[in-house]
């Protein structure tokens, strides 16, 4: 099949944008660096992996919940005012879970965080794909590529703070003073757009007219279940990476919780490469390529026996996993003809079904048979999805039509 099947269209980088860039980047400081403060958390509060792994169903189921009612908050609020109540949120959840405390404290305030980012996260993903129209898949792996670096830097910042005096809790702080400023210049932004309707709140139509789930293409739902393997993929990637550099690779715990930076790095070089790629080629294209490359990386990594030959394998799978939420919900919003809020909120769905799913079974499996045995799940996945792209192909301009 050919690969570029879609003509060039390219995003235009003005200031709404380029705001809905950064605060996507912030979100993701803490997403792609927490599962270095779950290994650090655990020592502290002497868990087992289990209970570790129950933050993030915690996180995640809070984001099925807050994902399913976006549509209705939007319409309620408008695009703009949810997304700085939900950035809202996320802040005083993140300095609620740097409270040194045993997990009733930790459990709950996740929940705030991911009910918070999971809201901002599918505004801030339908405005971009409203706002950019048919470069919108190519604009959400831009925006995804800059928050890669924030998921290179996160984990280095937590593992030289938990190194030093400073202590891993010092990089969250930071981040809650910087999505007040975020918000503070969003707010500018925001209000100087033509007319009396908000930027963040503009072509924002459909997805108000639309209420109900049953109407949704079929075709939409097979995207449902792809973006839900591709999400359960990332999410054990980050959450038990650390795990595995620790016991496969004799790092210590400081240094594995930096170590997960070759993972964000790899993600960093792959979606800057399809973030270009994706102006000509088409999504289920650029999807299988990504998945080939993680899944290879991924066995040659359990079978790794040196820490730089794994470090290096790690980083290939950044690379192979780093098109799977932006071009995920980028297929799903396609597959949706139209309902950008509607395509987005679902995609937060599923990522969040399959985020608090996955990673707590696979930490569970872990404490039994070790965690490279329960790493052989991801390759599940990954198949899993493959088969999902091949049966079910979805192309630009065929939403709700044939098949659905």
């Known amino acids: 099949m050919a690969t570029r099947t879609v003509p060039t269209q390219r995003p235009t980088r003005d200031r709404p944008t380029r705001i809905a860039y950064i605060e996507i980047t912030l979100i993701a400081f803490f997403t792609m660096g927490y599962g270095s403060t779950l290994a650090l958390l655990r020592d502290e509060q002497g868990t087992?992996?289990?209970?570790?792994?129950?933050?993030?169903?915690?996180?995640?189921?809070?984001?099925?919940?807050?994902?399913?009612?976006?549509?209705?908050?939007?319409?309620?609020?408008?695009?703009?005012?949810?997304?700085?109540?939900?950035?809202?949120?996320?802040?005083?959840?993140?300095?609620?879970?740097?409270?040194?405390?045993?997990?009733?404290?930790?459990?709950?305030?996740?929940?705030?965080?991911?009910?918070?980012?999971?809201?901002?996260?599918?505004?801030?993903?339908?405005?971009?794909?409203?706002?950019?129209?048919?470069?919108?898949?190519?604009?959400?792996?831009?925006?995804?590529?800059?928050?890669?670096?924030?998921?290179?830097?996160?984990?280095?910042?937590?593992?030289?703070?938990?190194?030093?005096?400073?202590?891993?809790?010092?990089?969250?702080?930071?981040?809650?003073?910087?999505?007040?400023?975020?918000?503070?210049?969003?707010?500018?932004?925001?209000?100087?757009?033509?007319?009396?309707?908000?930027?963040?709140?503009?072509?924002?139509?459909?997805?108000?007219?639309?209420?109900?789930?049953?109407?949704?293409?079929?075709?939409?739902?097979?995207?449902?279940?792809?973006?839900?393997?591709?999400?359960a993929v990332e999410a054990c990637t980050f959450t038990w990476t650390v795990d595995l550099l620790r016991e496969q690779g004799g790092f210590t715990p400081a240094v594995a919780a930096a170590g997960l930076g070759t993972v964000s790095a790899g993600m960093v070089l792959g979606r800057l490469v399809a973030s270009r790629l994706a102006e000509s080629w088409s999504i289920d294209a650029l999807l299988r390529c990504a998945i080939v490359i993680a899944g290879l990386a991924l066995l040659l990594a359990l079978l790794a026996r040196t820490p730089l030959l794994l470090l290096g394998c790690m980083f290939l799978v950044g690379l192979g996993i780093s098109v799977n939420w932006p071009l995920g919900v980028s297929r799903l919003v396609e597959a949706s003809g139209g309902l950008a809020n509607r395509g987005a909120s679902l995609a937060s769905v599923a990522g969040g079904i399959a985020a608090g799913t996955f990673p707590f079974l696979m930490g569970a499996w872990a404490d039994r048979a070790g965690i490279g045995t329960a790493f052989l799940l991801i390759p599940a996945l990954l198949i899993l999805a493959m088969a999902i792209l091949v049966l079910v192909p979805v192309r630009p301009g065929l939403a709700g039509g044939e098949g659905d």
């Open 48 to 231: 087992t992996r289990t209970i570790a792994g129950a933050h993030a169903a915690v996180l995640a189921l809070a984001g099925v919940l807050a994902a399913a009612a976006v549509p209705r908050l939007a319409a309620r609020w408008g695009r703009s005012v949810l997304i700085r109540r939900s950035l809202g949120c996320m802040a005083v959840g993140v300095l609620c879970y740097t409270v040194p405390a045993g997990p009733w404290v930790t459990l709950p305030a996740i929940a705030l965080v991911g009910a918070g980012f999971t809201s901002a996260i599918v505004g801030i993903n339908a405005f971009i794909l409203d706002h950019q129209h048919g470069a919108g898949p190519a604009a959400l792996t831009q925006a995804n590529a800059l928050a890669a670096v924030a998921g290179l830097v996160s984990p280095l910042v937590i593992g030289l703070g938990a190194a030093t005096v400073l202590g891993w809790r010092a990089g969250l702080w930071a981040l809650v003073v910087a999505i007040l400023i975020a918000e503070v210049v969003r707010a500018r932004v925001d209000r100087a757009g033509p007319g009396p309707v908000r930027v963040f709140d503009a072509a924002d139509a459909a997805a108000v007219q639309h209420r109900g789930w049953g109407a949704l293409p079929r075709r939409m739902w097979w995207s449902f279940a792809l973006i839900g393997c591709l999400s």
